[in-house]
């Protein structure tokens, strides 16, 4: 019977690890509601799939803007700051990005949002493992 209940623990914690959330941010960004998924949480060295969702002030999905995301390590001794920028491109009411994260630390990510010519941008940190 003990083995049985540390057998159902385990499968309950690999279940558990399997179905874990995306790492998300949800933002209000001037009348923008911003929601942003990250794949993986923690977020990993190597690539992340990216994805935001951007609704206006009445709730509906903006499909007609340009979305860029940037994201950066802040110098430290004996290394350069480390920048890096890549488009999202729309997918159906989201837009899609691959973040390539290129060591464990902190990181800076700013989502611009282009529409109409004025830019909107929703700014957080990861902490890659």
Known sequence: MKKLAVFSLILLLIAGIAYAKDYEVKKKAGDYDVEVKIDKNPPVVGDNNIKVEIKDSAG????????????????????????YKT??????????AKMNLSMSGAWNVAVKIIRGGKTTTVKFNVDAH
């Open 60 to 83: 509906k999905y903006v499909t007609d803007a340009k979305v860029k995301v940037e994201y950066s390590m802040p110098a430290m001794p004996g290394m350069p700051a480390m920048t």
């Open 87 to 96: 488009d999202a491109a729309l997918k159906g009411n989201e837009y899609k």
